[in-house]
């Protein structure tokens, strides 16, 4: 089994920062890319930023320049800091991460999402 918990969200006032992080465990052999999305209420999941096992970056446009997003492998992390919040980046915000468990099969996980607010 494989579960990825994000921590990290909350009640933030615009122009504030926050930082996410998502840790996997369980029977993991190897996590290749890891990315962070947010789902807004009445929107589409969107991709915020992948990280790839290289540590290769994007960004949404919406996000560039405020939000970084980083890994830290040896804990099995990855993390999301946002600066410069505006009213607009509020929702839920989930990891993803493609891994390859101890059996040597690769699945795509997600977190349970961790909610983040941004006050006017």
């Known amino acids: 089994q494989v579960q990825l918990v994000e921590s990290g969200g909350g009640l933030v006032q615009a122009g504030g920062s926050l930082r996410l992080s998502c840790a996997a465990s369980?029977?993991?052999?190897?996590?290749?890319?890891m990315d962070w999305y947010r789902q807004a209420p009445g929107k589409q999941r969107e991709l915020v930023a992948p990280i790839t096992s290289g540590d290769s970056t994007n960004y949404a446009d919406s996000v560039k320049g405020r939000f970084i997003i980083s890994r830290d492998n040896a804990k099995n992390t990855v993390y999301l800091q946002m600066n410069s919040l505006k009213p607009e980046d509020t929702a839920v915000y989930y990891c993803n991460a493609r891994i390859t468990t101890s059996t040597f099969r690769t699945f795509n996980y997600w977190g349970q999402g961790t909610q983040v607010t941004v006050s006017s």
């Open positions: 369980g029977n993991i052999l190897s996590i290749n890319a």
